[in-house]
C-alpha cells in the first residue's frame, strides 16, 4: 500500500445564519507513503475543516476518504476510532497535553492504550524526547515547559504510535517565528525519519516551502 491518504471528491457546506457557506466544494488529494505535504491557504479557506474531514472526527462531509486502504464511509464508530488510533497522529496549534501528566507520561499514554507495556511505551518517549532534545525536560508537567517544548511533546505524542499519517493544523501557529522555525524542522526531520506521512496545514508559505509539496486551498478546491 503505497498511498496513506485519497480523497476523492470531499465537500463540505456549513449553515450560518440561514445560509450555506459551501467550504470545501469537490477537493481531491492523494498523499503517497511517506511524503510531507503541506495544506496552504488564507485563514477561513478550510483548512481546518479538511483536517477534521481526514481525522475522522466530524460527520457531514460527501465524498471519499480512505486511509491505509480504508474508506471512511464504510467504517461505524468502533472503526473510526481504530483508524484513528492505529493509523493517524494528530498535532494542533495548542499542544492539549493533560496538564496533571509529565511530558514522557504524555508521550506514554496513547502508548499504553494502543496496546504497549510500560516498559516499551518509556522506552519509545524517552527516545522521541531525546530525539527533540528534550531529554533533560522528561519529568516536567506541561506547565513547566517553554511554549516550543510543549510543542515538541506534542509532536512526539503524534508519533508515539508510529502512524502512517500525521495531521497537523498549524502546529507552529502559536509560537514566535524563530521557535516556530526550529521546532518545524525537528518536527520534519523526525517525520522523515519514522517514514510517516504528514498532511501540515499553515499559513506560513515559507515554512510549506521546506515540506515535499504544497497544496493550495482556494474557492473550496485544491489548486
Ligand atoms: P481555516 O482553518 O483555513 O482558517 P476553517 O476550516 O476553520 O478555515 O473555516 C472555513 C470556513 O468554514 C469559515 O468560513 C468558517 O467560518 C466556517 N466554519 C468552520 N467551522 C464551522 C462550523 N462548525 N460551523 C459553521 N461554520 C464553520
Ligand atoms: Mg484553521
Do not use: W
Request: glycine share 10%; hydrophobic share 40%.
Amino acid at each position: 500500500m503505497s498511498e496513506v491518504l485519497k480523497l476523492t471528491d470531499l465537500r463540505r457546506a456549513y449553515s450560518q445564519g440561514g445560509q450555506t457557506i459551501h467550504v470545501l466544494r469537490g477537493v481531491n488529494l492523494s498523499i503517497a507513503q511517506g511524503e510531507i505535504v503541506a495544506l496552504v491557504g488564507p485563514s477561513g479557506s478550510g483548512k481546518s475543516t479538511l483536517l477534521q474531514a481526514v481525522g475522522l472526527l466530524e460527520g457531514g462531509f460527501e465524498g471519499s476518504i480512505r486511509i491505509a486502504g480504508e474508506e471512511a464511509a464504510q467504517l461505524d464508530n468502533d472503526g473510526r476510532t481504530r483508524v484513528r488510533r492505529d493509523s493517524l497522529g494528530f498535532v494542533y496549534q495548542f499542544h492539549h497535553l493533560l496538564p496533571d501528566f509529565t511530558a514522557q507520561e504524555n508521550v506514554v499514554l496513547p502508548q499504553i492504550i494502543h496496546g504497549a507495556t510500560r516498559a516499551e511505551a518509556d522506552a519509545r518517549a524517552k527516545t522521541l524526547l531525546t530525539t527533540l532534545g528534550l531529554s533533560h525536560r522528561l519529568d516536567h508537567r506541561p506547565s513547566k515547559l517553554s511554549g516550543g517544548e510543549q510543542q515538541r511533546v506534542a509532536v512526539a505524542r503524534a508519533l508515539a504510535n508510529r502512524p502512517a499519517l500525521v495531521l497537523a493544523d498549524e502546529p507552529t501557529g502559536n509560537l514566535d517565528e524563530a521557535t516556530a522555525d526550529i521546532v518545524l524542522v525537528e518536527f520534519l526531520r523526525l517525520v522523515r525519519e519514522e517514514g510517516s506521512a504528514a498532511l501540515i496545514a499553515t499559513h506560513n508559505e515559507r515554512l510549506a516551502a521546506r515540506m515535499d509539496r504544497v497544496v493550495r486551498l482556494h474557492d473550496g478546491v485544491l489548486g
